[in-house]
């Protein structure tokens, strides 16, 4: 029977949620990714896709998927540790431990499970996880699926970080965790800080930097680019090919003690089919897009620059970021959902962000800028957002 015995009480559920303006729907694309999509049967124009250089649809990316289709075919058959790992993985892997500095790199099916994996293959009951209260679902997931005990602080406050480091003294296996760019907010975890807080409390640190890989930093190396000058070591790293990269995945980079403790003991490595070897082939082919072609995160900082400067003229509420994230707070849910459709109707599409997903009374347009976007599109956009009268 798949109808559930309180087939009732879940009805009522998802009524008072549509009622809360909290219901939640996926879309129909046709088409490709992109700055001008087809959705629902109607062209609008994306600011909401995490594709923030352009590289979702771009033809050698295309070409690097197909030619490792005609060599290897689709799926990968098996796990990594089985025969699931394939020459185009191997070659991701080498050229991201290069790219990130870092000693060994080893790749998920997902960011998802790549921050699963993090937590749970390193820590254990009696484990203490310290965690931005901001970050990603998925390492708030980690840390519960890992039976350590979960410890949050609150957002980027190093004063109350340090407060839950004193706090744990007397555990030996600490691990702060933390978003490089937070995926909500847009702003940037205060790095330098963590390290030295977790140097002095011999804590370890795991940075998520979904947000920040290919986009901040001189050279696209993200959050710990950014800080570059500021760190005298580096974090455990956690990269998604969602994003930036365009293309599917994750990685963990660490010290090869690390990488080889996960290759052991992360369920989420061990348990799962290796994702098909094209998608790493079209990702090793993004990631020399990124390190070549310096001109698109220009190109971006240029859009997110101009959004900014115009919003601010418009008196909007932006927040603290300067990376391709720039929300606008409306605080209000229904109101937030009312301004999204608004938008829509003058052909842009916007993320409408809501509990629980942000928190309460902080209901927000998130609003994505991309490497493809045109300065025409940010005007536009900012005049679609003056015509709905947020402020
Ligand atoms: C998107 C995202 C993830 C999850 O990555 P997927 O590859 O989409 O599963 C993890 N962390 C952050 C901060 C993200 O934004």
Known sequence: MSQLPWHDSLQQALAQRRADGLYRQTRLRDGAQGVNVN?????????????????????????????AVNVEGVGSGAAHLLTGHSRFHQQLEEALAEFTGQQKVMLF??????????IDGLLDRGDVVIQDKLNHASLLDGGRLSNATLIRYPHNDMAMLHKRLHGAANTQRKLIVSDGVFSMDGDVAPLPEIMALAKQHRAG????????????????????????????????????????????????????LVIETLT????????????????????????????????????????IQQFRDGANQLGLQLMDSFTAIQPVLIGDDKRALTVGQQLEQQGF?????????????????????????????VTQLLSALEQCHVH
Do not use: W
């Open 39 to 67: 959705v629902d049967g109607r062209d609008l124009i994306s600011f909401c896709s995490n594709d923030y250089l352009g590289l979702a649809n771009h033809p050698a990316l295309v070409e690097a998927f197909k030619h």
């Open 264 to 303: 052991q003991q992360a369920r989420s490595f061990i348990y799962t089919t290796a994702p098909p070897p094209a998608i790493a082939a079209a990702t090793v082919k993004a990631l020399e897009i990124i390190e070549t072609e310096p001109e698109r995160r220009l190109q971006l900082q240029a859009r």
């Open 109 to 118: 099916a997902t960011g998802y499970m790549a921050n699963l994996a993090v």
């Open 349 to 377: 599409l916007v993320g409408v962000i809501r509990p629980p997903t942000v928190p309460k009374n902080t209901a927000r347009l998130r609003i994505t800028l991309s490497a493809n976007h045109s300065e025409a599109q």
């Open 205 to 256: 640190v795991v940075i998520d930097d979904a947000h920040g890989m290919g986009v901040i930093g001189e050279q696209g190396k993200g959050t710990l680019q950014y800080f570059d000058d500021k760190l005298n070591d580096k974090p455990i790293l956690v990269g998604t090919f969602g994003k930036a990269f365009g293309t599917a995945g994750a990685f963990i980079a660490a010290d090869a």
